[in-house]
């Protein structure tokens, strides 16, 4: 009987991680703001400097979730088997909330439903709308990380990768149901990314069991998102070539929601799994101490292995400062480039279609950042060796390749620049959250990594207004700029940046290199046991 009751509850964590992965699927709604902003421009009488004031309170509002990670410690009881009403659900209510209040006000606020409300009410209803995304993402990321410790990598990698598809499949939707009709889809974005949540939230939990076949499954679900990114890839592409029918779009969007609903299989497979699972009931954690005391090494771990750091404790050590600085010149820079994609194609002589495109796959590379990198540097760690942090130092140092890419203003530059550019920006939203669990404990890590991010909206705002908008205004005759000139500081800047931020990545390898010693070798412990 109790081998029943645990083989059913290592099925019930699979649809836990299903049930994360629909979520992160209609999460990403702040990356279809190019949808909207024009209705939201012409209806409350914005000019462009307003309407660029409140995409900035998107970009905050995503990016500071502090407060859903407070709430995720909060709520999560240290018995996990007690974490049915608390934890994860009421994180992702609470994102819900915050959802639907948002963006029905911003709806409401379009269609005269309410009066027009003063710019910083509207700046205020767009971040309340972005800051559900954080909510979202605590409660799906952390819960991966704790149902797969051994496999946190690629776990987050899915987590992520999966809501950097979201825009594209949103904007799928868009274009399949309300095509041309933004002010319907605004009413859309209060509803669907709000009920999906409430629908599946109950199903979202953490589970201490652990079995041999979790990486074969794990890549089947990554096997599942690499088909379909490669299919919006393709859609995305063949759209822009021959503008799709009716028809076509239904059919096109019906095998999307197929490709969704695949990882379906994986759950029964499990079920019907005849051979004996091993499972082991302690956490990694509680192995971990175990085995230090084998070891007998308590005398002598550095600090950087003290588990379940808090937020202040953790900011009071040098690798969170560190991270954020890697992340502020990673993540900032990556957003400055995908903001400017328009003007930097406009300048450089690339047509409408061409810059759209561009835009449309950027999700495409986010996405392939985001899941590739947690799943190699997983593989790498544990086979290989390598410790995390050196993935850090090598997508930085590629992005800084990247930004000089751009700059030479050669052929084509800006589609292989922001391919390198897009993928090592995404790498940055699986690595950091990584790093931070493993470096600072689980117990507080969606507080930690959430205090982290806030470095994108920081290093955002520098480079974009700062580095990008100054530069651009100064080179701009008349009502524009056309040349490589426009651009070229710019992206040189941003290349030594991110060069530098590889440089401090560089420097937390060698301080928590034998930390990471030290996991690679519970790793094989617990190889040995199973």
């Given at each position: 009987?109790?081998?029943?009751?645990?083989?059913?509850?290592?099925?019930?964590?699979?649809?836990?991680?299903?049930?994360?992965?629909?979520?992160?699927?209609?999460?990403?709604?702040?990356?279809?703001?190019?949808?909207?902003?024009?209705?939201?421009?012409?209806?409350?009488?914005?000019?462009?400097?307003?309407?660029?004031?409140?995409?900035?309170?998107?970009?905050?509002?995503?990016?500071?979730?502090?407060?859903?990670?407070?709430?995720?410690?909060?709520?999560?009881?240290?018995?996990?088997?007690?974490?049915?009403?608390?934890?994860?659900?009421?994180?992702?209510?609470?994102?819900?909330?915050?959802?639907?209040?948002?963006?029905?006000?911003?709806?409401?606020?379009?269609?005269?439903?309410?009066?027009?409300?003063?710019?910083?009410?509207?700046?205020?209803?767009?971040?309340?709308?972005?800051?559900?995304?954080?909510?979202?993402?605590?409660?799906?990321?952390?819960?991966?990380?704790?149902?797969?410790?051994?496999?946190?990598?690629?776990?987050?990698?899915?987590?992520?990768?999966?809501?950097?598809?979201?825009?594209?499949?949103?904007?799928?939707?868009?274009?399949?149901?309300?095509?041309?009709?933004?002010?319907?889809?605004?009413?859309?974005?209060?509803?669907?990314?709000?009920?999906?949540?409430?629908?599946?939230?109950?199903?979202?939990?953490?589970?201490?069991?652990?079995?041999?076949?979790?990486?074969?499954?794990?890549?089947?679900?990554?096997?599942?998102?690499?088909?379909?990114?490669?299919?919006?890839?393709?859609?995305?592409?063949?759209?822009?070539?021959?503008?799709?029918?009716?028809?076509?779009?239904?059919?096109?969007?019906?095998?999307?929601?197929?490709?969704?609903?695949?990882?379906?299989?994986?759950?029964?497979?499990?079920?019907?799994?005849?051979?004996?699972?091993?499972?082991?009931?302690?956490?990694?954690?509680?192995e971990g101490q175990r085995f230090d005391q084998e070891m007998e090494v308590h005398d002598t771990r550095d600090s950087l292995e003290e588990d379940n750091l808090n937020l202040l404790q953790a900011m009071g050590s040098v690798n969170f400062w560190i991270l954020f600085f890697a992340m502020a010149c990673g993540m900032g820079s990556g957003l400055a480039t995908v903001n400017n994609l328009g003007q930097i194609g406009e300048s450089l002589g690339y047509?409408?279609?061409?810059?759209?495109?561009?835009?449309?796959?950027?999700?495409?590379?986010?996405?392939?950042?985001?899941?590739?990198?947690?799943?190699?540097?997983?593989?790498?760690?544990?086979?290989?060796?390598?410790?995390?942090?050196?993935?850090?130092?090598?997508?930085?140092?590629?992005?800084?390749?990247?930004?000089?890419?751009?700059?030479?203003?050669?052929?084509?530059?800006?589609?292989?620049?922001?391919?390198?550019?897009?993928?090592?920006?995404?790498?940055?939203?699986?690595?950091?959250?990584?790093?931070?669990?493993?470096?600072?404990?689980?117990?507080?890590?969606?507080?930690?990594?959430?205090?982290?991010?806030?470095?994108?909206?920081?290093?955002?705002?520098?480079?974009?207004?700062?580095?990008?908008?100054?530069?651009?205004?100064?080179?701009?005759?008349?009502?524009?700029?056309?040349?490589?000139?426009?651009?070229?500081?710019?992206?040189?800047?941003?290349?030594?940046?991110?060069?530098?931020?590889?440089?401090?990545?560089?420097?937390?390898?060698?301080?928590?290199?034998?930390?990471?010693?030290?996991?690679?070798?519970?790793?094989?412990?617990?190889?040995?046991?199973?």
């Open positions: 009987m109790e081998r029943l009751n645990l083989k059913h509850e290592l099925g019930d964590k699979w649809i836990s991680t299903l049930a994360s992965i629909w979520i992160q699927c209609t999460s990403g709604s702040l990356y279809t703001f190019s949808i909207y902003s024009p209705i939201l421009k012409s209806t409350q009488r914005y000019d462009q400097s307003i309407l660029d004031t409140v995409s900035v309170f998107k970009d905050i509002g995503a990016n500071c979730g502090v407060l859903s990670g407070l709430l995720y410690t909060f709520a999560t009881p240290s018995n996990r088997r007690n974490a049915y009403f608390g934890g994860p659900c009421l994180v992702l209510a609470a994102g819900a909330i915050q959802c639907f209040m948002g963006y029905f006000l911003i709806w409401a606020s379009v269609v005269g439903l309410i009066p027009r409300p003063p710019i910083v009410g509207m700046c205020f209803f767009v971040l309340l709308a972005a800051h559900a995304q954080t909510f979202f993402n605590t409660a799906n990321v952390v819960t991966a990380v704790r149902n797969f410790p051994d496999y946190s990598g690629t776990a987050v990698g899915i987590m992520k990768g999966f809501v950097g598809l979201s825009g594209a499949i949103l904007i799928q939707f868009y274009e399949t149901i309300f095509h041309n009709k933004p002010t319907s889809y605004l009413l859309v974005l209060a509803l669907l990314p709000t009920i999906n949540p409430l629908l599946l939230m109950w199903f979202v939990r953490i589970y201490d069991t652990k079995e041999q076949e979790e990486k074969k499954l794990l890549n089947a679900i990554s096997c599942v998102a690499l088909l379909l990114a490669a299919y919006l890839m393709v859609v995305i592409i063949v759209d822009h070539l021959f503008t799709f029918q009716l028809l076509v779009r239904i059919a096109t969007f019906v095998v999307l929601l197929l490709l969704l609903s695949s990882p379906l299989c994986i759950v029964p497979s499990l079920r019907a799994r005849e051979k004996d699972s091993s499972v082991i009931h302690q956490s990694l954690i509680s047509s409408n279609f061409e810059t759209n495109t561009l835009v449309s796959l950027w999700s495409i590379w986010n996405f392939l950042g985001r899941f590739g990198v947690g799943y190699v540097s997983d593989h790498f760690l544990y086979v290989k060796g390598w410790a995390r942090p050196l993935f850090m130092v090598l997508t930085l140092s590629s992005m800084s390749v990247g930004h000089a890419v751009i700059a030479s203003g050669m052929p084509g530059a800006l589609y292989a620049g922001s391919i390198l550019v897009g993928v090592c920006y995404g790498s940055q939203w699986s690595l950091m959250p990584t790093i931070a669990s493993e470096i600072f404990g689980v117990k507080h890590m969606g507080t930690i990594f959430n205090a982290i991010t806030i470095a994108s909206p920081v290093g955002s705002y520098l480079f974009s207004v700062r580095v990008v908008g100054f530069i651009y205004d100064k080179e701009a005759w008349g009502s524009g700029c056309s040349g490589t000139h426009c651009f070229m500081l710019s992206f040189l800047i941003m290349a030594s940046a991110t060069l530098l931020g590889s440089l401090a990545a560089l420097a937390l390898f060698f301080h928590t290199k034998n930390f990471y010693n030290q996991v690679i070798l519970r790793r094989l412990l617990h190889s040995l046991r199973e």
